[in-house]
C-alpha cells in the first residue's frame, strides 16, 4: 500500500489536517487516506477518524502508544459499509473515542483479501456470521479479540451501539489488558488448529456429487427457481456443477432435473427484478424468493459467471432467452464497465442520489420508476403495454422496503410472457417485441440523465480472469468476433500494467497505477483460467504460454506441497497471521477449485502427468470438507469430474483463417461437452508450440490437403476426418470415460 511521504505526515496536524471551510460554517477534515488509490479508502479520507491504511506506521504506534487497533474492512459499493460511515465515523464524537482509545485502520477487502480473510474466520467463529463493515478489535500484535459486522452509532434493535462498545473495549484494555491478550493468542491457536486439520488429505468417495445433488435439490425452489428461501444470491458456481452432473449423464432421470433446476432459476433471475431490464447486468442479490427486490449493487465477478450460465444455457437448449440474457450481460460490461485501454472495472454502488446537486440518496434511486415518469417518457398509449409486461402499478409494487426507499416506486419484474402480452392487447408477438424494445431504449435514454451510481473504478487481477473467460466464451457460443476483440484486450492490459515479466509476478489491482500489493492465489488461478479460455477461442499459443509461466509461479508461491491445495497468501507478509487455504466455492469458485480444474486441463493438453498429480493432490487436500458438505464446494466437484472422466482432446489440423477448418471449430462450439480440450494444430501459428511438449502432435497433418479433425483420448485418437457430419458424431458419442462420471452421480 502506498504510505504518505514523511514530508507530508509532517504537515498533518498530528492525527488529520483540519480546515475550516471558507465560509467559516463548519470543519472539514481530511486524514492519510486521501494519499491511497483505493475508492473505498477515498470514501473516509475526510472523516474526522484518525484512519491509517494497514502498514508498519500503524502497527509500530499501537506499540508505542501501548494501544489496541480498530480494524475496520469494507468496499466502496458496500451500502451498509455507507451507512456505518454516515452514521458513526462522521460523528466527531464518535470519532473522538475512537483516535483517543484506539489506533483506527482502515482496508479495502478487494485489495487485501488476505487480512479480510483471517478476520471474517474470526468473527464468523466468535459470533456465528459475517459480513460487511466488518469491525474487529486487534491487540498491538494484530491478534483479534472482539469483532462483529454492522454497529449502529447508538443501542438499536437490541443490539449494542458503537458508543457503548468503543467504552467498553476501551476500559477492558485499561484494566485487563493481560487476560485480552492472553485470550487473543488462544483464539489465533485454535484457529490455525482448525485450519492445519481442514488440509489432511483423503481420497474422495464416487458418492459425493450425487450427495451435493440431492443437498440442491432439497433446497431447491420449484416454483420461483434458486436454492433456499430468502434471500436469493445467484451463487454461479452452482450452475457449473449441476451442467456437469446433467453432462454425465444427460438421459438420466437426475442428469434432466439438475438441467431442469438451472434453467428455471436463470429463467426467473432473467424475469425478476434483479435483472437490470433497462440497461443489463444483473444485481447482487435478491431480498426476496421472487427474484423481485434486488440489493442494487453491480459485482464484476457476478456479471462474468452468470454470463457464461446463461452461454451454456443456450449452448445446451439453443434458447434464445439465454443468448440474450447473455449478450445483455456482456454488453452491459462492455459499455459501463470497461477502460478504454480494456481493464474491466470492479463495481458500481447500490445507492445514489435522488437528484443532481443534492445530498439526498437511496440505495435503487438509480433504477427504479414512478409510474408518472414511465408515462411521461413512453406516452400514454405505449406505456399500457410496457407497464402490463412489467407489472407498474401508480403506488409502486415493491413486496418490501424496510427503509422507506420505494414508495410510489416500481422495479421493474417481468409479469408477463410476450405471449400473454400480445393476447392482451390484440398485436403479433412481433409488434410486442418491438415496442417492449424501444420503449426500453426510450427509459435509457431518461435514465442516463439521472445521477449515476458510484463506480469502483480499479481493476482487479482475479475478476479480469473472470471475465476474460465469459468474453472468450462468448465469441465461442455467440461467434461474435467482438467479443474476442474485448477478451483480447483485456488480457493485454493486465499484461501490460499488473504484471511483472522479471519476476513472473502478478500485481492484485490497478487504478491510477498498479498497486503495490502483489497478486494472491486466486489472481494467478483465474487469470490462467481467462488465459487458458482465451487460447481456445484465439488460438493464440501465447495465451497458453502465459499461462504456463503463471502456473509455475502460482505453484512455487502458494502451493503446499506436503499437503496439497493452495495458500491464499504466499508467505512473505509477516503481518498476514494465518496463511489459509480457500475452499467454499462462494460468489466466487475458489482458488483451490480453479486450479485442480486448469492444472486438469494444461495436463491433458500438453501431456503433463506431473500437472495432473498436482491436480488429484489438490482435490485431496479437500476430501474431508468434500465429503463432509459436498454442496460448499460445486466448483471442485466439476475438477473432481474431470478427474474421473476421461476428457476428449480435440484437435483440428488446418489453417485458422480456413473456411472448413472454422466450420470444424463452430461445429465443436455448438455442442455442450463438458469434458474436453481444444487445440488448433496450424503449421503457421502453433503447431510447433505443441509438437515440442507432445509426442503425438508431430504426426497431426491434413488429409488429402483439407483441414482434419482428431477426437482423442490421453492422445490416443479414432480415425481422423475431414467429414464434418463424423466430426459431429465423434464429439458427441459417450466415450467409455463417460461412465466414471455417471458412477459419480449414483
Same mark, same amino acid.
Given at each position: 500500500?502506498?504510505?504518505?511521504?514523511?514530508?507530508?505526515?509532517?504537515?498533518?496536524?498530528?492525527?488529520?489536517?483540519?480546515?475550516?471551510?471558507?465560509?467559516?460554517?463548519?470543519?472539514?477534515?481530511?486524514?492519510?487516506?486521501?494519499?491511497?488509490?483505493?475508492?473505498?479508502?477515498?470514501?473516509?479520507?475526510?472523516?474526522?477518524?484518525?484512519?491509517?491504511?494497514?502498514?508498519?506506521?500503524?502497527?509500530?504506534?499501537?506499540?508505542?502508544?501501548?494501544?489496541?487497533?480498530?480494524?475496520?474492512?469494507?468496499?466502496?459499493?458496500?451500502?451498509?459499509?455507507?451507512?456505518?460511515?454516515?452514521?458513526?465515523?462522521?460523528?466527531?464524537?464518535?470519532?473522538?473515542?475512537?483516535?483517543?482509545?484506539?489506533?483506527?485502520?482502515?482496508? !479495502?477487502?478487494?485489495? %487485501?483479501?488476505?487480512? =479480510? +480473510?483471517?478476520?471474517?474466520? @474470526?468473527?464468523?467463529?466468535?459470533? /456465528?456470521? $459475517?459480513?460487511?463493515?466488518?469491525?474487529?478489535?486487534?491487540?498491538?500484535?494484530?491478534?483479534?479479540?472482539?469483532?462483529?459486522?454492522?454497529?449502529?452509532?447508538?443501542?438499536?434493535?437490541?443490539?449494542?451501539?458503537?458508543?457503548?462498545?468503543?467504552?467498553?473495549?476501551?476500559?477492558?484494555?485499561?484494566?485487563?489488558?493481560?487476560?485480552?491478550?492472553?485470550?487473543?493468542?488462544?483464539?489465533?491457536?485454535?484457529?490455525?488448529?482448525?485450519?492445519?486439520?481442514?488440509?489432511?488429505?483423503?481420497?474422495?468417495? !464416487?458418492?459425493?456429487? %450425487?450427495?451435493?445433488? =440431492? +443437498?440442491?435439490?432439497?433446497? @431447491?425452489?420449484?416454483?420461483?427457481? /434458486?436454492? $433456499?428461501?430468502?434471500?436469493?444470491?445467484?451463487?454461479?458456481?452452482?450452475?457449473?456443477?449441476?451442467?456437469?452432473?446433467?453432462?454425465?449423464?444427460?438421459?438420466?432421470?437426475?442428469?434432466?432435473?439438475?438441467?431442469?433446476?438451472?434453467?428455471?432459476?436463470?429463467?426467473?433471475?432473467?424475469?425478476?427484478?434483479?435483472?437490470?431490464?433497462?440497461?443489463?447486468?444483473?444485481?447482487?442479490?435478491?431480498?426476496?424468493?421472487?427474484?423481485?427486490?434486488?440489493?442494487?449493487?453491480?459485482?464484476?465477478?457476478?456479471?462474468?459467471?452468470?454470463?457464461?450460465?446463461?452461454? =451454456?444455457?443456450?449452448?445446451?437448449?439453443?434458447?434464445?432467452?439465454?443468448?440474450?440474457?447473455?449478450?445483455?450481460?456482456?454488453?452491459?460490461?462492455?459499455?459501463?464497465?470497461?477502460?478504454?485501454?480494456?481493464?474491466?472495472?470492479?463495481?458500481?454502488?447500490?445507492?445514489?442520489?435522488?437528484?443532481?446537486?443534492?445530498?439526498?440518496?437511496?440505495?435503487?434511486?438509480?433504477?427504479?420508476?414512478?409510474?408518472?415518469?414511465?408515462?411521461?417518457?413512453?406516452?400514454?398509449?405505449?406505456?399500457?403495454?410496457?407497464?402490463?409486461?412489467?407489472?407498474?402499478?401508480?403506488?409502486?409494487?415493491?413486496?418490501?422496503?424496510?427503509?422507506?426507499?420505494?414508495?410510489?416506486?416500481?422495479?421493474?419484474?417481468?409479469?408477463?410472457?410476450?405471449?400473454?402480452?400480445?393476447?392482451?392487447?390484440?398485436?403479433?408477438?412481433?409488434?410486442?417485441?418491438?415496442?417492449?424494445?424501444?420503449?426500453?431504449?426510450?427509459?435509457?435514454?431518461?435514465?442516463?440523465?439521472?445521477?449515476?451510481?458510484?463506480?469502483?473504478?480499479?481493476?482487479?487481477?482475479?475478476?479480469?480472469?473472470?471475465?476474460?473467460?465469459?468474453?472468450?466464451?462468448?465469441?465461442?457460443?455467440?461467434?461474435?468476433?467482438?467479443?474476442?476483440?474485448?477478451?483480447?484486450?483485456?488480457?493485454?492490459?493486465?499484461?501490460?500494467?499488473?504484471?511483472?515479466?522479471?519476476?513472473?509476478?502478478?500485481?492484485?489491482?490497478?487504478?491510477?497505477?498498479?498497486?503495490?500489493?502483489?497478486?494472491?492465489?486466486?489472481?494467478?488461478?483465474?487469470?490462467?483460467?481467462?488465459?487458458?479460455?482465451?487460447?481456445?477461442?484465439?488460438?493464440?499459443?501465447?495465451?497458453?504460454?502465459?499461462?504456463?509461466?503463471?502456473?509455475?509461479?502460482?505453484?512455487?508461491?502458494?502451493?503446499?506441497?506436503?499437503?496439497?491445495?493452495?495458500?491464499?497468501?504466499?508467505?512473505?507478509?509477516?503481518?498476514?497471521?494465518?496463511?489459509?487455504?480457500?475452499?467454499?466455492?462462494?460468489?466466487?469458485?475458489?482458488?483451490?477449485?480453479?486450479?485442480?480444474?486448469?492444472?486438469?486441463?494444461?495436463?491433458?493438453?500438453?501431456?503433463?502427468?506431473?500437472?495432473?498429480?498436482?491436480?488429484?493432490?489438490?482435490?485431496?487436500?479437500?476430501?474431508?470438507?468434500?465429503?463432509?458438505?459436498?454442496?460448499?464446494?460445486?466448483?471442485?466437484?466439476?475438477?473432481?469430474?474431470?478427474?474421473?472422466?476421461?476428457?476428449?482432446?480435440?484437435?483440428?489440423?488446418?489453417?485458422?483463417?480456413?473456411?472448413?477448418?472454422?466450420?470444424?471449430?463452430?461445429?465443436?462450439?455448438?455442442?455442450?461437452?463438458?469434458?474436453?480440450?481444444?487445440?488448433?494444430?496450424?503449421?503457421?501459428?502453433?503447431?510447433?508450440?505443441?509438437?515440442?511438449?507432445?509426442?503425438?502432435?508431430?504426426?497431426?497433418?491434413?488429409?488429402?490437403?483439407?483441414?482434419?479433425?482428431?477426437?482423442?483420448?490421453?492422445?490416443?485418437?479414432?480415425?481422423?476426418?475431414?467429414?464434418?457430419?463424423?466430426?459431429?458424431?465423434?464429439?458427441?458419442?459417450?466415450?467409455?470415460?463417460?461412465?466414471?462420471?455417471?458412477?459419480?452421480?449414483?
Amino acid at each position: 500500500m502506498k504510505r504518505v511521504a514523511p514530508i507530508l505526515l509532517a504537515g498533518l496536524a498530528l492525527f488529520a489536517l483540519i480546515a475550516i471551510t471558507a465560509d467559516g460554517a463548519g470543519e472539514k477534515y481530511t486524514n492519510r487516506l486521501i494519499q491511497e488509490k483505493s475508492p473505498y479508502l477515498l470514501q473516509h479520507a475526510h472523516n474526522p477518524v484518525d484512519w491509517h491504511p494497514w502498514g508498519k506506521e500503524a502497527f509500530d504506534k499501537a506499540k508505542k502508544e501501548n494501544k489496541p487497533i480498530f480494524l475496520s474492512v469494507g468496499y466502496s459499493t458496500c451500502h451498509w459499509c455507507h451507512v456505518m460511515e454516515r452514521e458513526s465515523f462522521e460523528n466527531p464524537e464518535i470519532a473522538k473515542l475512537m483516535n483517543d482509545n484506539f489506533v483506527n485502520i482502515k482496508v !479495502d477487502r478487494e485489495e %487485501r483479501p488476505d487480512i =479480510d +480473510q483471517v478476520y471474517m474466520t @474470526f468473527v464468523q467463529a466468535t459470533t /456465528g456470521s $459475517g459480513g460487511w463493515p466488518m469491525n474487529v478489535w486487534l491487540t498491538p500484535e494484530l491478534k483479534p479479540f472482539v469483532g462483529g459486522t454492522y454497529f449502529p452509532p447508538e443501542d438499536k434493535w437490541g443490539q449494542l451501539g458503537l458508543k457503548k462498545v468503543l467504552k467498553k473495549i476501551a476500559d477492558a484494555w485499561k484494566t485487563d489488558r493481560n487476560k485480552i491478550v492472553a485470550s487473543s493468542d488462544k483464539i489465533i491457536s485454535q484457529l490455525q488448529n482448525a485450519i492445519e486439520v481442514a488440509g489432511s488429505a483423503e481420497k474422495v468417495s !464416487d458418492s459425493v456429487a %450425487r450427495k451435493a445433488y =440431492d +443437498q440442491f435439490a432439497s433446497q @431447491f425452489d420449484a416454483k420461483f427457481g /434458486g436454492f $433456499g428461501d430468502a434471500p436469493k444470491f445467484p451463487r454461479p458456481v452452482t450452475f457449473n456443477f449441476l451442467y456437469d452432473f446433467y453432462g454425465a449423464d444427460p438421459n438420466s432421470k437426475e442428469g434432466k432435473r439438475a438441467l431442469e433446476m438451472s434453467l428455471l432459476t436463470l429463467r426467473k433471475m432473467t424475469e425478476g427484478g434483479i435483472h437490470d431490464h433497462i440497461g443489463g447486468g444483473f444485481h447482487r442479490y435478491a431480498t426476496d424468493k421472487f427474484w423481485h427486490v434486488p440489493h442494487f449493487e453491480k459485482m464484476l465477478y457476478d456479471q462474468a459467471q452468470l454470463a457464461i450460465a446463461y452461454l =451454456d444455457a443456450f449452448q445446451i437448449t439453443r434458447e434464445p432467452l439465454f443468448e440474450r440474457t447473455a449478450r445483455d450481460i456482456l454488453d452491459y460490461v462492455r459499455r459501463d464497465m470497461t477502460d478504454k485501454e480494456g481493464g474491466f472495472y470492479s463495481a458500481e454502488d447500490a445507492d445514489s442520489l435522488l437528484a443532481q446537486g443534492k445530498p439526498e440518496h437511496a440505495e435503487g434511486a438509480f433504477y427504479v420508476w414512478s409510474k408518472d415518469e414511465i408515462d411521461r417518457v413512453l406516452g400514454t398509449e405505449r406505456a399500457k403495454i410496457f407497464d402490463y409486461h412489467y407489472g407498474v402499478e401508480s403506488k409502486g409494487h415493491a413486496p418490501e422496503d424496510p427503509q422507506g426507499e420505494f414508495k410510489n416506486k416500481n422495479i421493474l419484474i417481468q409479469r408477463h410472457d410476450i405471449g400473454d402480452t400480445a393476447k392482451k392487447f390484440g398485436l403479433a408477438k412481433e409488434r410486442i417485441e418491438r415496442l417492449l424494445a424501444e420503449s426500453r431504449k426510450l427509459l435509457f435514454e431518461a435514465r442516463v440523465k439521472r445521477p449515476r451510481p458510484h463506480l469502483d473504478d480499479k481493476v482487479v487481477t482475479t475478476w479480469n480472469g473472470l471475465m476474460i473467460s465469459a468474453f472468450a466464451r462468448a465469441y465461442q457460443v455467440l461467434d461474435d468476433p467482438a467479443y474476442l476483440q474485448v477478451a483480447n484486450k483485456a488480457a493485454d492490459f493486465i499484461h501490460q500494467k499488473l504484471y511483472r515479466a522479471d519476476s513472473n509476478t502478478l500485481l492484485r489491482s490497478y487504478r491510477e497505477g498498479a498497486s503495490d500489493v502483489n497478486g494472491f492465489a486466486s489472481d494467478y488461478a483465474l487469470l490462467v483460467q481467462g488465459l487458458l479460455d482465451l487460447y481456445e477461442a484465439s488460438f493464440d499459443t501465447a495465451r497458453i504460454e502465459w499461462a504456463l509461466k503463471l502456473q509455475q509461479r502460482q505453484d512455487e508461491l502458494f502451493r503446499d506441497a506436503k499437503d496439497g491445495g493452495y495458500f491464499m497468501t504466499s508467505s512473505n507478509d509477516a503481518t498476514v497471521l494465518l496463511r489459509m487455504k480457500e475452499g467454499d466455492d462462494t460468489a466466487e469458485p475458489s482458488p483451490n477449485s480453479v486450479s485442480a480444474l486448469n492444472l486438469l486441463r494444461l495436463g491433458y493438453m500438453l501431456d503433463q502427468d506431473d500437472a495432473r498429480r498436482r491436480a488429484e493432490q489438490t482435490l485431496g487436500a479437500f476430501a474431508k470438507q468434500l465429503e463432509a458438505a459436498p454442496s460448499s464446494m460445486p466448483q471442485m466437484l466439476v475438477a473432481l469430474s474431470w478427474s474421473r472422466a476421461k476428457p476428449k482432446q480435440v484437435v483440428i489440423a488446418g489453417k485458422a483463417d480456413d473456411a472448413a477448418t472454422n466450420a470444424m471449430l463452430r461445429e465443436v462450439h455448438r455442442h455442450f461437452l463438458p469434458h474436453r480440450v481444444l487445440i488448433l494444430a496450424d503449421a503457421d501459428a502453433g503447431q510447433q508450440f505443441f509438437a515440442e511438449r507432445v509426442e503425438f502432435m508431430k504426426s497431426v497433418d491434413k488429409i488429402d490437403n483439407k483441414p482434419t479433425a482428431y477426437v482423442c483420448e490421453n492422445f490416443v485418437c479414432q480415425l481422423p476426418t475431414t467429414n464434418l457430419k463424423t466430426f459431429a458424431n465423434l464429439l458427441t458419442r459417450r466415450n467409455p470415460g463417460s461412465k466414471a462420471s455417471a458412477e459419480m452421480a449414483r
